[in-house]
């Protein structure tokens, strides 16, 4: 379990400035934590398959060939705020 107590909150619009495009950084959020996946060679570009960085992929993780154990690769740098 992550402990999240201290972590920074953000919006959805500071997460979408963090997609792969403008920026070094790329983020996407899941179950309300925002990870930074800007080491994944699967993330290049902010693009992964049909799906984009800098934003909340909870819903699209159903259609996906892997779990979410996938997240546990990657740093947890925030919380999204709802």
Do not use: C
């Amino acid at each position: 379990m992550i402990e999240d107590n201290n972590l920074p909150f953000f919006t959805k619009s500071r997460l979408a400035l963090r997609n792969g495009q403008d920026r070094p950084e790329i983020w996407v959020a899941y179950n309300g934590l925002i990870y930074d996946v800007s080491t994944s060679r699967l993330w290049r570009k902010g693009q992964h398959y049909e799906h984009w960085a800098g934003q909340d992929l909870t819903a699209e993780l159903a259609d996906a060939p892997h779990t979410d154990e996938v997240f546990k690769r990657f740093p947890v740098i925030g919380k999204l705020e709802l």
